[in-house]
């Protein structure tokens, strides 16, 4: 079964700094998808990137970037610039792309970043 | 477009009632997927429905709990007799095809048992 693991439950950086969030997962797959999902306290979950695993370039959406690593199965997320509006929960997530789960996203159990003045 | 709707934001249930969970996917989305986030917790997946059909129910508990999307209106999440520990945060998600991940997520439903 495929496992997603975020091993920093909190983190604080300063605003206009860079902070990296850590992720680990499990799978025995060779293609699949990976995402960071951003949870204010809103509640919303917004996708912020996602990362398919066959392409080897890291996805980059403005100032949120990955670090995939296929091989160590690691998929960290850096947000350079930090602002105040990035406080949040942020969640690594795995999705499988074949197979009979195919659809469903497997959640690791967040994040919390605070982004301080 | 209005996104992914879902209602009530907050529900309050006594022990032993019914809860009904609403979720509208977006406009032109034909898959809905419903999770559910215990406090402190990431998300965990429920169930998979495409129009009139459960997909995937892997991640549903067998007795209380049922979901349904009609051919018309909104997908429906059942849980029959509550008990404290069905509260949590349930969200629901949909998207146009599956198997791309990227989902669209409702503003979740907080349901509170008492």
């Known amino acids: 079964a495929q496992t997603v693991t975020q091993s920093q439950p909190e983190m604080s950086v300063q605003e206009a700094e860079t902070v990296t969030l850590s992720c680990t997962y499990d799978?025995?797959?060779?293609?699949?998808?990976l995402f960071w999902y951003k949870q204010p306290p809103s509640r919303q979950m917004i996708l912020v990137i996602r990362q398919e695993a066959y392409k080897q370039q890291n996805a980059t959406e403005n100032r949120f970037s990955v670090n995939f690593q296929k091989a160590a199965k690691s998929f960290s997320l850096k947000i350079s610039d930090s602002q105040l509006g990035d406080t949040a929960m942020y969640f690594c997530?795995?999705?499988?792309?074949?197979?009979?789960?195919?659809?469903?996203?497997?959640f690791g159990k967040g994040t919390k970043l605070s982004v301080k003045p | 477009n209005a996104g992914v709707m879902q209602n009530p934001r907050h529900l309050v249930r006594r022990r032993g009632q019914e809860a009904r969970l609403r979720c509208s996917p977006m406009k032109g989305h034909s898959h809905v997927y419903w999770y559910r986030q215990l406090p402190e917790e990431g998300l965990k997946f429920m169930v998979y429905?495409?129009?009139?059909?459960?997909?995937?129910e892997s991640g549903m508990p067998k007795e209380r709990f049922s979901a349904e999307f009609p051919k018309e209106g909104p997908s429906i999440l059942r849980i029959q007799q509550v008990v404290r520990g069905d509260s949590a945060a349930y969200f629901c998600?949909?998207?146009?095809?599956?198997?791309?991940?990227?989902?669209?997520f409702g503003s979740g439903t907080r349901l509170t048992v008492v």
């Open positions: 429905l495409q129009k009139e059909n459960i997909i995937d």
């Open positions: 997530a795995f999705m499988t792309k074949y197979g009979g789960s195919q659809g469903n996203l497997i």
């Open positions: 799978t025995s797959e060779s293609n699949y998808y």
């Open positions: 998600a949909s998207s146009p095809i599956t198997g791309t991940g990227g989902y669209t």
